[in-house]
């Protein structure tokens, strides 16, 4: 069975992603409250997704969340666990801690994979014992509605942990992504921070507005984006990649050269922006969850529809 540390958002969705796949699941958490209330919410996000036909897997719900289990003792937990994915709060200290702990209880076989969505492998794992069986899966946030995860290997990582890892999150739906080394960021946070560096500069120098910078990506370049990748759309966009380049690397030398330093995100562009986005999305709890609920309404919609078209 599948081992998931900590039944927060992540957790739980993560679960959630390994039931839709038939496979057993223990959720670990310190408070016995805090499963009560994770299992509360899956039970209701499956039962929610099932009435309206979006829920993953062969399964049904009452099958999927019978695959779930919980535990707070963190040694009966692991046992016989073959995949732990640990998903505690984004805190080096806080990971050492667990992976530590984990090393000194788990087997020869069992994979510890953590969720992490910037710290690097060495920064996790380097001296543990268990190291070769360390890996960093990350996952994109809601991971149910988006399939993406980063494989991230330590330096010492056994190639075969790679391997499994990456044939599992296959099994499950997901799709996965190998690093060939570890870097600051990963990789979709470098292509995410690039898009929102030079977002922040455009709005900051009054270049456009933030709702309209918004739009840009929404009904522009993410439109593309959600079936194919920067490089295959310079490949379309002429006759290849090489006639892309021909043609357009001139062009694109000069606006790159135009870039300016990091943003500062400063205090003034940030009320500028969160104004903005306030007036269409007011930053109140009850607000910001109708519209979380409403992305991923979105996300699920598009998964579909991309599996269709695959199918198609």
């Known amino acids: 069975y599948f081992f998931f540390l900590f039944s927060g958002i992540i957790g739980r969705s993560w679960a959630m992603v390994f039931a839709a796949g038939g496979f057993k699941v223990k959720l670990y958490d310190i408070a016995q409250q ?73 087997g020869d076989n069992v994979i510890l994979s953590s969720s992490t969505s910037c710290l690097l492998p060495s920064k996790l794992f380097t001296g543990l014992k268990h190291v070769k069986q360390c890996i960093v899966s990350h996952p994109v946030n809601p991971p149910y509605f988006v399939p993406l995860v980063e494989i991230v290997p330590h330096p010492e990582t056994d190639a075969s942990t790679t391997e499994r890892t990456y044939a599992l999150m296959k099994k499950i739906g997901q799709s996965p992504v190998r690093l060939n080394r570890e870097i600051e960021g990963f990789v979709l946070n470098r292509l995410q921070y690039a898009v929102i560096s030079e977002a922040w500069r455009l709005v900051d120098e009054g270049v456009i507005s933030a709702t309209d910078l918004d739009l840009v990506m ?25 006639d ?64 269709q078209m695959k199918c198609d």
């Not at 709890?285 to 996300?299: F, G, Q, S």
């Open 218 to 242: 929404s009904d522009g370049l993410g439109m593309r984006y959600a079936f194919i990748g920067p490089l295959e759309t310079m490949h379309l966009n002429a006759e290849g990649v090489s």
């Open 34 to 106: 805090q499963l009560a209330s994770a299992l509360e919410n899956i039970r209701k996000q499956m039962k929610e997704m099932e009435k309206s036909g979006f829920l993953k897997g062969a399964l049904s719900a009452e099958q999927q969340f019978a695959l779930i289990s919980v535990c707070t003792d963190l040694k009966a937990a692991v046992e016989g666990a073959t995949f732990i994915q640990e998903c505690s709060p984004e805190n080096v200290e806080v990971k050492k801690k667990i992976f530590s702990q984990l090393d000194l209880i788990v």
């Open 244 to 307: 892309y380049c021909e043609r357009y690397a001139e062009g694109m030398k000069l606006v790159l050269n135009t870039f300016g330093p990091v943003p500062e995100f400063s205090r003034e562009t940030v009320q500028k922006v969160n104004q903005a986005l306030s007036e269409k999305i007011p930053a109140v709890p009850k607000v910001l969850d109708a519209r979380r609920k409403w992305r991923d309404e979105c996300l699920t919609g598009l998964a579909k529809l991309k599996t």
